[in-house]
């Protein structure tokens, strides 16, 4: 069994110390899926929910979020992102999330795209609860990360 990186020897929680580590050229993508009624997914898709552009804002709020990590998390770094990314594509039953974040440093950014991917999914069901309160987000997941000593990943389909 590997030993948990945030914690010390003593078993007390710590940030990694990252300063010998390389800086690298790092990604990671992460996905979630919002199931809803044929309504909901219908006024969202034709932009005629009462609150507006639903999409545009999710996308901006998955944006900020992952910009915002850090301040969430609390054992992660700060990280100056290079990029984020938030896409929708419409499903039969829902909304597939997929974020994508970016960064050039010496720790990887899973935890910023999950983060996007995750806020988004919530803004979705924020912005469009008045029609569907039974939503369901599922399947928030990393799809796969690159860069950094550990190397590239990609989660089996």
């Not at 720790?107 to 924020?126: C, I, K, P, Q, R």
Request: charged fraction near 20%.
């Amino acid at each position: 069994m590997s030993k948990l990186t945030h914690l010390d020897d003593a078993g007390a929680a710590h940030m990694v110390d990252v300063g010998a580590k390389a800086t690298t050229s790092r990604e990671a993508v992460a996905e979630g899926h919002i199931s809803m009624t044929a309504d909901a997914l219908s006024a969202i898709r034709d932009g005629t929910a009462k609150k507006g552009d639903v999409l545009a804002v999710a996308r901006v709020a998955g944006i900020m979020a992952a910009k915002k990590t850090s301040d969430l998390i609390p054992l992660c770094h700060p990280i100056a992102l290079s990029s984020a990314t938030v896409d929708f594509d419409f499903e039969d039953n829902g909304i597939r999330v997929t974020a994508t974040a970016r960064t050039s440093g010496q720790t990887g950014v899973e935890m910023e795209a999950l983060t996007a991917a995750s806020v988004a999914l919530l803004t979705l069901y924020d912005m469009a609860k008045a029609l569907d309160k039974g939503m369901i987000m599922t399947g928030i997941r990393l799809l796969a990360k690159s860069g950094g000593r550990s190397g590239d990943w990609r989660a089996q389909p």
